[in-house]
Each structure stands twice: as structure tokens, then as C-alpha cells.
């Protein structure tokens, strides 16, 4: 290292701090990526749906979201990766949220039109003819399989807001890869199976971390990009308690089925009408995720280390069941299939 030369530790190799990596190690910093787990993007990034869509609620959300979107597009490109390499790919496919009154619309076009995303806003009508065998009823507020209400036939329709762009990214965790690679081909250091049990300070900064091994590492700066684990980190440190955005672990479950016929490679549908969102997968299937409705019982957790990491059949059920509410040539197996995550 230079004696210029700033250093860095980045705490994760998720698909966030693989990124924030390459970012520094391009920039001419000395780079140390220090994760517990074996490989990169074993964390959140594993778990993931990576769907890439563009309604957030603020002008920096949208434009974060739209300008990494033209990232994923040339992908090869940003990693400078050669041909040979094999990399993530965005799955353009588009993105049809259906209409709910939490959406705010009109809010999320006014963003759009900023920004530059084309658009467009689909009627009952133009919903079943764009979207093959979906059901567009309005069904609002979402509901519990076992209330009476959710089998009530809708009393109107539904439409939604359509971008031609958005969709998902093929493997997340192979994004990961293809990062942390990038980042070493620019010098950048990975240290896997490597546990940070203490932040080293000072009276008025951080100056390094302690590994479980008892070994320790400083650094100009140290970047917690833990995902699910950096509050634990936080508190570690002794921030966090001032923030204004408190970071709670949460466990999800996404459920896998076959994708109903026509919906084989469909767009990303978001439906917070019955609170689930659905995608497509390369070989046919079908993942439901969940819209955290208020009907259904967040699952903060403690510790993503002690998370049941298995799906489980109560989940499935209705989440699967709610799919098949809008796609009523889905079939529900019986035996639960998917995976949960953190
Ligand atoms: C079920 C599910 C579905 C999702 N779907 C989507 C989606 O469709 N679209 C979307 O944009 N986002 C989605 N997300 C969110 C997305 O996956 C995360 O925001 C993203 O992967 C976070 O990446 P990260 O790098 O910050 O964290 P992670 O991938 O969790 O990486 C953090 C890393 O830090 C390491 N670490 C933690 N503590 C320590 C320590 N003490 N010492 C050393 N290493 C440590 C971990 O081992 C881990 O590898 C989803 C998440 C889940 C769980």
C-alpha cells in the first residue's frame, strides 16, 4: 500500500458490500472484504427474489433504483468481465403492479415522469389482455386464507401500473461473485470464514475491527454493509441509537411452484390487492413472495443466525393460495416447496 493510498475494511460480502468493494478498489483504495460466511452473497442476497422495479416512494429511491437497473443491463461492462466469465443477467421482462390505494399512482407517475421512466397505466381491460389467465378482480384489503371474506367475489375491477422495464436478475448470489471478482481484479482483498466479534475505536473513531481468531485489522474506514446483521454490528460499535432508520432483521418466506400457462416468462407482478408478488423463473416456475399485509403477522427476529431457515407449510399455504387467487389456473401442490430467508 502507498503511503497515499486510504484503506478500507468492508464488513459482508453480500451483493452490497461485493459492490461497495469494487466501487473503492476502482478508486484507487486498499480494499478488505472480511465475511463469515465461505463465498460471497451467502447472506439476504442469497434469499433473494431480485426483482428490480422502479415505484419507490422518493425521487432518490427511483432514480437509485432506474440508474443501477441500467448497471444490471450492461452488466458485463461494468464488471469488465471477459466473455468467457459467467455472469448474472437482468431478465427484462417488466413490471405490472396492480392498483391498490397505497400505491399512491398519481405520486409514483409524477416520480416516474422526473426521471424519465416510461410508463403506462392499464385499465381492468388492458390488465386481461396483457397478462395471460389473470383474474381482475379487486379484492382489497389483502386477507387471511381462513377469513371468509378472501373466497368473496370481487364487486369491481382492478388496474395497474405497467413499465415495459424492471424484472429480476437471473442469480443474485452469482452477482455477488461476479463483484467480488471484479473487485479483485482491482486489488481487492477477501477474507471468508472470518467472524468480526468486536469494532476497534477510539475516543472520537472507528479504527478497525476484531476477528474471532483474536487477530486485528485497522483501517482509514470501515464500512458495515452486514445486511441483516449490521444493527448487531451497530450496536457493536455503539451507534445506531440516534439513527433515524432502525435496521430490524425480518424472515421471509418465498414459495415455488409452475409458473401458470402463459406466465412462463411474464412480468414481475406485484399485488398488494391480495399480498403477494410473483415472478417468473428461468426454467418454468413461479416464485410468490409476500407484501408484508397488514393481515398477516411481521416475523421480526432477534438473531438471523437462530432463524428457522426452512419454509414452512402454514406459509405456503397462503401465500400459494393468494397466487391462485389471481391466477386461477396456478396449481397448488400440496407439499410445500420454496425457501425462507432473512
Ligand atoms: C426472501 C427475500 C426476498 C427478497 N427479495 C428482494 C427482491 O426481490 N428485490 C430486492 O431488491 N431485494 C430483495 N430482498 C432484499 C435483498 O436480498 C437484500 O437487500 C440484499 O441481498 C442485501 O444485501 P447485503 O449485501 O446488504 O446483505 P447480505 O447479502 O446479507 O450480506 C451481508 C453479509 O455480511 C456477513 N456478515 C454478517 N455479520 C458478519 C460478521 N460479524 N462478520 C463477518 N461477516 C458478517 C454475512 O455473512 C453476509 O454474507 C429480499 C430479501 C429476502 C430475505
Given at each position: 500500500m502507498s503511503a497515499t493510498m486510504r484503506s478500507a475494511i468492508v464488513i459482508g460480502a453480500g451483493v452490497i458490500g461485493s459492490s461497495v468493494a469494487y466501487e473503492l478498489a476502482r478508486d484507487g483504495w486498499s480494499v478488505t472484504v472480511v465475511d463469515?460466511?465461505?463465498?460471497?452473497?451467502?447472506?439476504s442476497t442469497s434469499s433473494s427474489s431480485s426483482i428490480v422495479r422502479f415505484n419507490y416512494s422518493t425521487f432518490a429511491g427511483v432514480v437509485l433504483a432506474w440508474e443501477s437497473f441500467q448497471i444490471w443491463l450492461e452488466w458485463r461492462t461494468h464488471l469488465g468481465a471477459a466473455q468467457e466469465e459467467h455472469i448474472a443477467e437482468m431478465m427484462n421482462l417488466g413490471v405490472v403492479m396492480l392498483d391498490v390505494p397505497v400505491m399512491n399512482t398519481p405520486a409514483t407517475t409524477e416520480l416516474f415522469q422526473r426521471v424519465g421512466i416510461d410508463y403506462e397505466i392499464w385499465d381492468s381491460k388492458d390488465l386481461a389482455a396483457r397478462v395471460p389467465?389473470?383474474?381482475?378482480?379487486k379484492y382489497w384489503p389483502p386477507k387471511s386464507?381462513?377469513?371468509?371474506?378472501?373466497?368473496e367475489d370481487a364487486s369491481e375491477n382492478i388496474g395497474a401500473l405497467y413499465t415495459s422495464d424492471g424484472g429480476y436478475i437471473s442469480d443474485p448470489s452469482l452477482s455477488a461473485v461476479n463483484l467480488a471478482d471484479a473487485a479483485k481484479r482491482h486489488g481487492a482483498h477477501f477474507r471468508f470464514k472470518e467472524e468480526i466479534v468486536a469494532i476497534l475505536k477510539s475516543e472520537s473513531r472507528v479504527l478497525g475491527v476484531r476477528l474471532a481468531s483474536g487477530e486485528e485489522l485497522t483501517a482509514d474506514v470501515v464500512v458495515n454493509?452486514?445486511?441483516?446483521?449490521s444493527g448487531a454490528l451497530n450496536k457493536m460499535a455503539g451507534?445506531?441509537?440516534?439513527?433515524?432508520v432502525e435496521i430490524a432483521p425480518m424472515r421471509q418466506e418465498v414459495h415455488h411452484v409452475d409458473a401458470p400457462?402463459?406466465?412462463?416468462?411474464g412480468p414481475i407482478i406485484g399485488d398488494l390487492d391480495v399480498g403477494v408478488y410473483m415472478r417468473s423463473t428461468p426454467g418454468g416456475g413461479f416464485l410468490v413472495g409476500g407484501t408484508?399485509?397488514?393481515?398477516d403477522a411481521m416475523q421480526w427476529i432477534e438473531n438471523p443466525d437462530q432463524a428457522n431457515m426452512s419454509r414452512t407449510q402454514d406459509l405456503y399455504d397462503a401465500q400459494v393460495t393468494r397466487a391462485a387467487r389471481r391466477f386461477p389456473d396456478l396449481k397448488v401442490p400440496p407439499v410445500a416447496k420454496g425457501i425462507a430467508g432473512v
Open positions: 463469515k460466511a465461505g463465498a460471497p452473497g451467502q447472506g389467465g389473470i383474474d381482475v378482480g386464507i381462513g377469513d371468509a371474506g378472501f373466497w454493509v452486514a445486511g441483516p446483521w451507534v445506531g441509537s440516534d439513527f433515524t400457462p402463459g406466465m412462463e416468462s408484508e399485509p397488514e393481515c
